[in-house]
């Protein structure tokens, strides 16, 4: 489904840690703006940012999910608003051109290469039986 309006989920509640000590930051609070800012300056109205309490990967913040209808949903980590906003966008479109939610490795930013979590198959996937001879 090339094309395909695609969601990137982003934990807003991820704390990262300061300095070694208590101290925190909640770094999905400024990556929200920083992607809807660099999509509408894309043009790319059909990727929509959507905040999210926790996706259970709290070790590794901040941490979005990608995600469309039919797509391969795709987890990644250790995510900087600052660093990698630009990242995130560029794998989004990547994403969104895809036929399936899986991009080639070489397409990947190296946000997305190292950072990857996991990545999940669409509602209803079934693997294709191997071809027998
Ligand atoms: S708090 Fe961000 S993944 Fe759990």
Redesign the pocket.
Known sequence: MTGSSVTIFV?V???RSLNGDESYDQP?EELVPALKSRLKDAGAGDVTVTPV??????K????IAVTAQEKWVYIIGDLDPTQHADDVVEAALAYQRSEDGIVPWKERPPTFRKGVVARLPPWGFTQPEPETA
Do not use: F, Y
């Not at 309490?53 to 709290?58: G, I, K, R």
């Open positions: 934990c509640s991820c704390r999905g309490e926790c996706l259970a990967v709290c590794r913040p901040c941490t």
